[in-house]
């Protein structure tokens, strides 16, 4: 029969081994997961509506070919915006793509919760679609005319888009 003492040192032995598997496992992550990835272009441009820069737009590359990856930037204060795909701004995929631009007001109704003391539910109004502010037509990849090509190699840094009604 074997002592409460042997029992006890073949746990602890048993946790520290599966601890160091586990955490072998974790071990760079992070750059076996970057080779995986296709390589990318650095890419960034302008979005304006009427001429005038739009902030706060969210910029989506949308991949015609089905085995590409979207890009994503958000503009600023002077409508610039920068693309990633992994992660802040790795730029784009190179490819061809459709090109949506979207800003949106949503109405303050819809920020407050259920759970808020402050919530009526006769103020709200589920039916209230967000207001576009830029023309809608922009938003979707089946209604947008814009488009991007990104090269495989050097930077691009002319994705201009003039909005217009």
């Avoid at 890419?43 to 890009?71: I, N, R």
């Amino acid at each position: 029969m074997r002592s409460i003492t042997t029992k006890s040192f073949d746990l602890m032995t048993l946790a520290l081994i599966a601890g160091l598997v586990t955490l072998s496992g974790c071990a760079g992550g992070g750059a076996e997961g970057e080779a995986d990835r296709p390589a990318r272009t650095p890419a960034s441009g302008k979005v304006t509506y009427g001429g005038d820069p739009v902030e706060g737009a969210t910029v989506v590359l949308s991949p015609t070919s089905q085995d590409g990856k979207p890009a994503t930037g958000l503009t600023d204060a002077s409508g610039m915006f920068t693309l990633r795909t992994f992660e802040t701004d790795d730029g784009a995929i190179a490819g061809e793509y459709k090109v949506t631009v979207t800003k949106l007001k949503t109405s303050a109704s819809s920020t407050v919760s259920e759970d808020d003391p402050n919530y009526d539910p006769e103020a709200a109004d589920d039916s209230d679609e967000p207001e576009h502010l830029i023309p809608e037509k922009y938003s979707s990849a089946e209604t947008t005319d814009l488009k991007a090509t990104i090269p495989a190699d050097g930077e691009v840094t002319d994705l201009n888009f003039d909005l217009v009604d």
